[in-house]
Nanobody, 126 residues
Framework: QVQLVESGGGLVQPGGSLTLSCAAS????????SAWFRQAPGKEREVVAC????????YVADSVKGRFTVSRDSAKNTLYLQMNSLKPEDTAVYYC???????????????????WGRGTQVTVSS
């Protein structure tokens, strides 16, 4: 059974840091493109960062570039999102997702990712 489980969310002050984890089971994460999405209240779900299946090439959205880093530990079958210099506008539910790809970069349409976690809440507030 394919499963993705996020953890590490919480309440943090502006300027703070958090590291999100996404543990995969039922499949090998590094054979898929693995991504972090987020969805703020009243907004559409958007891609934050993605790592390829082939050579760990990454994509990071402009809104978080220089602050967020995506990585993957193949031995632990786990995806990470290191978030630094957090801003109130980063407040959202963060989801991990995975999809098979044959080219890079893939489509980041939500519908193109077939495997999803249930999400973890990140709140940035003083």
């Amino acid at each position: 059974q394919v499963q993705l489980v996020e953890s590490g969310g919480g309440l943090v002050q502006p300027g703070g840091s958090l590291t999100l984890s996404c543990a995969a089971s039922g499949f090998t994460l590094d054979t898929y493109a693995s991504a972090w999405f987020r969805q703020a209240p009243g907004k559409e779900r958007e891609v934050v960062a993605c790592v390829s299946n082939a050579d760990d090439t990454t994509y990071v959205a402009d809104s978080v570039k220089g602050r967020f880093t995506v990585s993957r530990d193949s031995a632990k079958n786990t995806l990470y999102l290191q978030m630094n210099s957090l801003k109130p506008e980063d407040t959202a539910v963060y989801y991990c997702a995975a999809r098979p790809i044959s080219i890079w970069p893939p489509s980041f349409d939500v519908a193109s990712f077939g495997s999803w976690g249930r999400g973890t809440q990140v709140t940035v507030s003083s």
